[in-house]
T-cell receptor
Framework: AQSVTQLDSQVPVFEEAPVELRCNYS??????LFWYVQYPNQGLQLLLK??????LVKGINGFEAEFNKSQTSFHLRKPSVHISDTAEYFC????????????FGAGTRLAVHP | GAVVSQHPSRVICKSGTSVKIECRSL??????MFWYRQFPKQSLMLMAT?????????EQGVEKDKFLINHASLTLSTLTVTSAHPEDSSFYIC???????????FGPGTRLTVT
């Protein structure tokens, strides 16, 4: 069975500082990997996804993530955060070839301070 | 493109009544739709998966008779919470997918409060 672990429940950071949100997954088969962002009382917005190909994936709002198969990780990074990046971030995995059932991590609350 | 809407965005109902939540794919045909439930400060938990024209597949622990899901067309799925109780209060989010390619498009969510 697949599972997703987000190692940090909360990440406080100052504005314009770099940030990394960590995600590890467990799966015995090939997977697709996703990062979503959720603003208060809203649905999820896709930041980026890894399906195949280059292991460095660039997404919206200046975010990027790197797929590391040997470490089963898919960490999200941004070189310089803004106050507006304050939100909940979810890492998710789906099994390739299936009907894309998503398994979500517990989420990481990113709090950007001035 | 790939917009999913939900209606209503917020609903308050009395205990014992039923409430229906709609999920629509506005610009694509959704062969598969998913319903999630999210408790405060927690992750999304998949409740059920529905394919157009078929019965929904419920996750373990989700009561089929309480959470009725209908996916009657390629653009509409509904979730009906029957005989709602305060413990059903939650944020319900749907998503839709047009293929088996691994990407889901999420709706904005519906906040259900049962009094």
């Amino acid at each position: 069975a697949q599972s997703v672990t987000q190692l940090d429940s909360q990440v406080p950071v100052f504005e314009e500082a770099p940030v990394e949100l960590r995600c590890n997954y467990s799966s015995s088969v090939s997977v697709y990997l996703f990062w979503y962002v959720q603003y208060p009382n809203q649905g999820l917005q896709l930041l980026l996804k890894y399906l195949s190909g280059s292991t460095l994936v660039k997404g919206i709002n200046g975010f990027e993530a790197e797929f590391n198969k040997s470490q089963t990780s898919f960490h999200l990074r941004k070189p310089s955060v803004h106050i507006s990046d304050t939100a909940e971030y979810f890492c998710a995995v789906s099994v390739s070839g299936g009907y894309n059932k998503l398994i979500f991590g517990a989420g990481t609350r990113l709090a950007v301070h001035p | 493109g790939a917009v999913v809407s939900q209606h209503p965005s917020r609903v308050i109902c009395k205990s014992g009544t039923s409430v229906k939540i709609e999920c629509r794919s506005l610009d694509f045909q959704a062969t598969t739709m998913f319903w999630y439930r999210q408790f405060p400060k927690q992750s999304l938990m998949l409740m059920a998966t529905s394919n157009e024209g078929s019965k929904a597949t419920y996750e373990q622990g989700v009561e089929k008779d309480k959470f009725l899901i209908n996916h009657a067309s390629l653009t509409l799925s509904t979730l009906t919470v029957t005989s709602a109780h305060p413990e059903d209060s939650s944020f319900y989010i749907c998503s839709a997918s047009s293929s088996g390619g691994g990407e889901q498009y999420f709706g904005p969510g519906t906040r259900l409060t049962v009094t």
